[in-house]
């Protein structure tokens, strides 16, 4: 009779350890398919981005900080990613870093990276001497700020090859979680949730143009 408990003892250990370990196997690989590349998600909508999202980039024709003259129409037929920030904001100059990653992890895939200031030339360059940024760098837009209503830094577009924002980021998302919704699909929400992963500024950033360099291809 003892050893028949002990044996039921035993027997009923091993199935809680067994249950255990699947569940630690099952959350390594939900972590590793939240991480991944192709992992879809959604961010939260906001009124800036619906005024924006899947519409024409508003045409622009300006000048680079060397003098280089950047135009809407000759961006066609790429890929492009453009930064809007201002020499005001610390949390887009402390951005840069995740950047320059992005522009050196994607150049030679044809991407093509604008930074977007309102300020003067004279007053960015103070500015980049001390904080490089890698990027095609456009100062002097406040007109073009004005005309798409930004009065917030940092903001994101996410152009296609066709021209058409295709994904738009408001604010650095070091902070933002990826959670996952009932398909079991990953969703960029600011509000915290049980089942979720924090992602950095730079991972969703990526995420966004391994997305579009695929559905660009």
């Known amino acids: ?6 044996f039921q003892i ?10 255990i370990v699947a569940q630690v196997s099952k959350g390594s690989k939900e ?4 991480r991944s590349p192709q992992e879809s998600y959604e961010i939260e909508p906001s009124i800036f981005r619906n005024a924006y999202l899947n519409k024409d980039l508003p045409k622009f024709s300006l000048t680079d900080i060397n003098g280089e003259k950047i135009s809407s129409d000759n961006l066609k037929g790429k890929i492009v990613h453009i930064n809007f920030w201002s020499i005001s904001c610390k949390p887009c100059i402390e951005e840069f870093p995740d950047l320059n990653r992005l522009k050196k992890k994607y150049e030679h895939e044809g991407v093509v990276f604008l930074a977007f200031v309102p300020e003067s030339d004279e007053k960015v360059r103070k500015i ?20 798409l209503g930004i009065d ?10 066709k021209g058409k924002i295709a994904e738009v980021t408001e604010g ?4 933002t979680l990826l ?9 960029m929400s600011l509000s915290s949730n049980s089942k979720s992963s924090s992602f950095s500024n730079f991972d969703i950033l990526n995420q966004i143009i391994i997305k ?4 660009n291809n």
Do not use: C, R, W
């Open 128 to 147: 980049i001497a001390h904080n490089p940024i890698n990027y095609i760098v456009i100062p002097n837009a406040e007109n073009y700020y004005q005309q």
């Open 212 to 215: 579009m360099i695929n559905q």
């Open 31 to 34: 972590d590793i398919a939240l």
């Open 152 to 161: 917030k830094y940092p903001i994101n577009f996410f152009i296609d090859k």
């Open 10 to 19: 035993l027997i009923l250990f091993l199935t809680i350890s067994n249950n």
């Open 172 to 175: 650095v998302i070091s902070t």
């Open 1 to 6: 009779m003892k050893k028949t408990i002990q």
């Open 179 to 187: 959670t996952l919704n009932e398909k079991g699909e990953g969703m």
